[in-house]
């Protein structure tokens, strides 16, 4: 296999030292940028570590020392955006910003960029940033999360963030990171901007702006004409989004660093003065391949990658220098191998350090939190009397109770928003947020695009400026079209920065099934598999209302004081259920609980018996407890039911423990067997039980569910759970 960095190295020199350079695209100069000859040969020295440092990555891969090679040859010109942008921009970058984050660093005096760089490509465990988990991009005081996604899914985060700067001052909030005057800066590929996620972020990013509301946010677009080996239609990106309304267009010339600094101060300013989105699009060129194991001549002939090679933007800044009398080119060659041999010295030191080994130390990022924050005191008695009114005293059906749960969580917390479809003037599908946007104002509640991504994104970025988000999802199918906000951005932030960054929120999400005459399987999505396997995430199913505001507060202060993603699943069929046995026992309503929490993993236990054990949740419980009724008026059966509140984290031992000795254990399920709870469940009694009890699941048809009188068929039933207990104790 012929070595194209080899070849792109080998030519450098040589091409420096013959001054045969490739023709520049575009003529801006020192005095048009605003550079002086010493910031020109300050960027170029950046462009040089950055080299050096893919250059040496290659050779570390070839030592099996370096186990992720994507790199940013050819991006090199993204040096300028750290010399533009402020440290208190939050940035948020894609794979091939290593200039950018050498430059960047050069801000904060005594930095160490290439030898921190360099230990994330050799996954080491003192990498500052991920703790070697990943070779990322990010650091804490650079104010640059850590991305780990390849198409662009840190988009909608990047708009939320933009978004939240004028709210934070707006509501006058203490906890905000940045200052009234910052912006966002996002960097992604020509390639990924095809993505959904890109797409529906400039859509929000204008459809917010679009209501003159402040969008700081530049959209810089590093367009090397390329994706892995699928090029980038001719003028694709122009035909796009050089005339789209309310987004100020700006291309510029990636191998001329003159033009780049010229233009990215344009977008810079126009973004911090206009408070409107910039669209940078950065015309530059791939060098290397797409990734270590990429090999170009599979795709591309080989006239066509020399070609790209010799239009290096290293050879077109040498060029540069030569032509302005900034250096000559024995003084650039001397520059070019002087790094190299820093950046060599910093490889081979850094191979040498510790990796995590065991999974232990693998994990303990996983909901790492190195800044915690302190909750607010609760309200008193008297405060929520005032707040909330008559309606504390009386006995009150899930949602009513989660909406006086929700204006107890925006009292508290000065910080805390609720946002997404239909949730304000309209108070929600269900009216569960009814009243709150009159009570709390339109900064604090407020509706979204009918678009999950942005709302999940928005909630992630909101989240990183000091934010208490609790966005709402629709319905608990919509989810799909965003889940990987939840598991490729919201969930690993803290793994891959050490808890560094956190992005803590409730995400609320009307769900499971037995809703009567709406929706087929859209609305009553029966499936929880897609957030209990997301590590670290927490799952709160409540199945009534006291315990839904109880579990709303521990969810709250998870979410502030230890930046945990938590998804809070409320049953829809028993949002408004009063009744549970017969018309008008309104055993299904609860007072509002003044005061409380349900602690992480902590069951709900109704119930004693030493014959049989139901565990369940959520709609389960409600069936369970009727079941209970009839095994007990009718048969004499004594039940004991286990409601699970919590699907993630799990206390293992605490439902073993409540199982006890008991010989029989029904478990009721009313998600989809085939990958659900229930399997879990079964897997845990077997393995870890002291006495293993005789076992059965009732639970939901691997099926859709339809619409009309039959959307209930497949689903648990009280008369299924009765007659699957009597036959689990051989009473029938």
Not at 129 to 134: D, E, K, S, V, Y
Not at 304 to 315: G, R, S, V
Not at 574 to 583: G, I, Q, S
Request: charged share 20%; proline share 5%; aromatic share 8%.
């Amino acid at each position: 296999m012929y070595n194209r960095a080899e070849a792109v190295d080998r030519n450098f020199v040589k091409f420096v030292q013959e001054q045969h350079f490739p023709e520049p695209r575009s003529n801006t100069g020192l005095a048009e940028a605003g550079l002086t000859a010493a910031d020109y040969m300050d960027l170029f020295e950046t462009q040089v570590m950055s080299r050096q440092m893919d250059l040496r990555a290659r050779i570390l891969k070839n030592q099996n020392e370096c186990y992720y090679t994507i790199g940013s040859a050819g991006h090199e010109g993204n040096a300028v955006w750290g010399r533009v942008f402020r440290l208190t921009d939050m940035a948020f970058v894609h794979y091939r910003s290593c200039a950018f984050m050498i430059q960047r660093a050069k801000q904060i005096p005594g930095s160490t960029p290439l030898y921190d760089t360099m230990l994330s490509f050799v996954a080491s465990s003192e990498d500052p940033i991920a703790g070697g988990r990943h070779k990322v991009f990010g650091s804490y005081p650079l104010m640059v999360p850590p991305q780990t996604s390849t198409i662009a899914s840190h988009l909608p985060k990047a708009m939320g963030a933009a978004l939240s700067i004028a709210r934070a001052k707006d509501l006058g909030l203490d906890s905000s990171v940045m200052p009234s005057d910052a912006i966002v800066m996002c960097t992604f590929g020509d390639a990924s901007i095809n993505h959904s996620t890109a797409v529906g972020a400039v859509n929000s990013a204008l459809w917010v702006s679009h209501q003159n509301v402040a969008m700081p946010l530049v959209l810089i677009c590093e367009d090397n004409g390329i994706g892995i080996s699928v090029p980038t239609p001719n003028q694709w990106l122009e035909s796009q989004y050089a005339h789209r309304q309310g987004l100020h267009y700006i291309t510029c010339d990636g191998l001329n660093l003159c033009d780049l600094y010229a233009k990215a101060r344009e977008a810079e300013t126009y973004a911090r003065s206009q408070r409107k989105p910039v669209f940078l699009h950065t015309k530059t060129v791939r060098l290397l391949g797409h990734a270590g194991s990429d090999v170009e001549s599979t795709y591309s002939t080989m006239a066509k990658i020399e070609a790209t090679e010799f239009n290096d933007p290293l050879l077109h800044s040498a060029r540069f220098i030569i032509e302005n009398g900034l250096a000559t080119s024995d003084q650039i060659i001397d520059i070019y191998k002087t790094i190299e041999a820093q950046v060599a010295a910093i490889g081979e030191y850094a191979k040498t350090r510790p990796k995590y080994l065991k999974r232990e130390e693998v994990r303990e990022s996983l909901t790492a939190v190195a800044h915690p924050r302190t909750s607010p005191a609760p309200p008193d008695s008297d405060s929520l009397r005032e707040l909330l009114g008559a309606d504390l005293d009386k006995p009150l059906h899930l949602a009513k109770l989660i909406n006086m749960g929700l204006q107890e969580t925006l009292h508290r917390y000065g910080g805390a928003v609720i946002f997404g479809e239909d949730v304000a003037q309209k108070g929600g599908v269900y009216n569960v947020t009814e009243g709150l946007y009159k009570k709390f104002g339109p900064r604090r509640v407020f509706n979204s695009p009918l678009d999950e991504q942005t709302i999940l994104g928005t909630a992630i970025g909101f989240a990183h400026n000091g934010f208490l988000p609790l966005p709402e999802i629709q319905f608990l199918a919509y989810v799909h079209n965003a889940e990987d906000q939840i598991r490729g951005e919201a969930a690993t932030l803290a793994f891959f920065s050490q808890g560094q960054f956190t992005n803590g929120m409730v995400i609320r999400i009307a769900g499971l099934p037995y809703q009567k005459g709406f929706g087929g399987h859209f609305h009553n999505d029966n499936s929880l598999a897609v957030f209990r396997d997301i590590p670290g995430v927490i799952v709160a199913v409540p199945s009534n209302g006291e315990d839904a505001v109880k579990m709303l507060r521990t969810c709250t202060e998870e979410a502030w004081e230890r930046g945990r993603v938590v998804v809070f699943v409320e049953p829809i069929a028993l949002y408004m259920t009063r009744d549970l046995n017969e018309a008008n026992d309104k055993a299904w309503t609860s007072t509002y609980p003044r005061e409380g929490k349900i602690k992480l993993g902590e069951l709900g236990v109704w119930g004693e018996s030493d014959e049989l054990t139901i565990v369940t949740y959520g709609n389960g419980v409600f069936y369970s407890r009727q079941a209970a009724k009839e095994l007990l008026d009718k048969h004499g059966l004594k039940t004991k039911i286990i409601d699970m509140r919590w699907m993630a984290p799990v206390d293992r031992d605490a439902v073993l423990t409540e199982i006890g000795d008991c010989p029989h254990v029904l478990i009721v399920d009313e998600c989809r067997k085939t990958g659900s709870w229930s399997e879990w469940m079964c897997g845990a009694i077997l393995e870890n039980a002291v006495k293993v009890p005789k076992v059965r699941v009732v639970a939901a048809d691997d099926c859709f569910i339809p619409l009309g009188k039959a959307a209930a068929a497949g689903l648990p039933s009280k008369e299924e759970i009765v007659m699957t207990a009597l036959r689990l104790v051989n009473r029938v």
